[in-house]
C-alpha cells in the first residue's frame, strides 16, 4: 500500500489511519529517539506488542507508563514478585506473565549495562546498529517494499541477548528501529517522507 490521504489532506504511510495512529506517526515514528530510560520505554513496548496489533499498545501505553514507573530502568529492576502479580491485575495494560518478566528483567539488564558502560550505555549500543544515512535515501514505493527484519536488526537483536535482554527478537528490533528513528520507513508520498 502506497501514501493514504487523511481526512485532514495530509498524505501518511497507509497504516497511520485514525487520529491516534495518525498523532503518533506525525510525531514519534521514525523521529530519532534517544535516551536509556526512553529506549527502555519503546524496547519494552515493543516487546509487549509482539504477537499483537500496536494499536493496542499505543492505547494502553498511558496506564503502561504509569504501571511501570514511566519506564524508569533503575526503578522496573527493583520490581519484585508482588509487582509482577500487580501487574497481571492491571486491566490497562497488556497482562502477560512472560513480557512482564522480560520487562523486569531487561530493566535489570540496563541498570548493569549502566553500571558496567556508564549512564546512556542502552543508547549508545542501540545506535551503534544505526545503518549509516544515505545521501540519497529513497522511501519505500510501498509497505510490501519494507522488511519485516534486516541482517542489522538480526546483529542488534544478538547483542542485546547477550547483554541479557529477552523478546528483543529481529522483528520487534526492526519495528524499534523503525520507531526510534534508525530507519526511515516513511512510504513514497507520505509528508514524513518528503522532509
Same mark, same amino acid.
Request: aromatic share 8%; charged share 25%.
Given at each position: 500500500?502506497t501514501?493514504? $490521504?487523511?481526512?485532514?489532506g495530509?498524505?501518511?504511510?497507509?497504516w497511520?489511519?485514525g487520529?491516534l495512529?495518525?498523532?503518533?506517526?506525525?510525531?514519534?515514528?521514525?523521529?530519532?529517539?534517544?535516551?536509556?530510560?526512553a529506549l527502555?520505554e519503546?524496547?519494552?513496548?515493543?516487546?509487549?506488542?509482539?504477537?499483537?496489533s500496536?494499536?493496542?499498545?499505543?492505547?494502553?501505553?498511558?496506564?503502561?507508563?504509569?504501571?511501570?514507573?514511566?519506564?524508569?530502568?533503575?526503578v522496573?529492576?527493583?520490581?519484585?514478585?508482588?509487582?509482577?502479580e500487580?501487574?497481571?491485575?492491571d486491566?490497562?495494560?497488556?497482562?502477560?506473565?512472560?513480557?512482564?518478566?522480560?520487562?523486569?528483567?531487561?530493566?535489570?539488564?540496563v541498570?548493569?549495562?549502566?553500571?558496567?558502560?556508564?549512564e546512556?550505555?542502552?543508547?549508545?549500543?542501540?545506535?551503534?546498529?544505526?545503518?549509516?544515512?544515505?545521501?540519497?535515501?529513497?522511501?519505500?514505493?510501498d509497505l510490501?517494499?519494507?522488511?519485516?527484519? $534486516?541482517? $542489522?536488526?538480526?546483529?542488534?537483536?544478538?547483542?542485546?541477548?547477550?547483554?541479557?535482554?529477552r523478546?528483543?527478537?529481529?522483528?520487534?528490533?526492526?519495528?524499534?528501529?523503525?520507531?526510534?528513528?534508525?530507519?526511515?520507513d516513511?512510504?513514497e508520498?507520505?509528508?514524513?517522507?518528503?522532509?
Amino acid at each position: 500500500m502506497t501514501a493514504v $490521504t487523511g481526512p485532514d489532506g495530509r498524505a501518511r504511510c497507509p497504516w497511520a489511519a485514525g487520529e491516534l495512529y495518525a498523532a503518533y506517526h506525525d510525531d514519534e515514528w521514525g523521529v530519532p529517539l534517544h535516551g536509556d530510560r526512553a529506549l527502555f520505554e519503546k524496547l519494552t513496548l515493543e516487546g509487549f506488542q509482539s504477537g499483537l496489533s500496536w494499536i493496542v499498545v499505543l492505547r494502553k501505553r498511558p496506564a503502561f507508563r504509569e504501571a511501570f514507573a514511566d519506564f524508569e530502568p533503575a526503578v522496573v529492576a527493583g520490581f519484585g514478585e508482588a509487582d509482577v502479580e500487580r501487574l497481571l491485575a492491571d486491566a490497562g495494560i497488556v497482562r502477560n506473565r512472560q513480557k512482564i518478566e522480560a520487562a523486569i528483567a531487561n530493566a535489570r539488564a540496563v541498570v548493569a549495562l549502566q553500571e558496567r558502560d556508564g549512564e546512556g550505555a542502552l543508547d549508545r549500543l542501540v545506535w551503534s546498529f544505526a545503518p549509516a544515512a544515505a545521501a540519497e535515501h529513497v522511501p519505500p514505493a510501498d509497505l510490501q517494499d519494507v522488511p519485516a527484519a $534486516t541482517s $542489522t536488526s538480526k546483529a542488534l537483536a544478538k547483542a542485546l541477548k547477550r547483554e541479557g535482554l529477552r523478546f528483543v527478537g529481529p522483528t520487534t528490533l526492526y519495528a524499534l528501529m523503525q520507531s526510534a528513528g534508525l530507519v526511515d520507513d516513511h512510504v513514497e508520498g507520505c509528508f514524513r517522507a518528503e522532509r
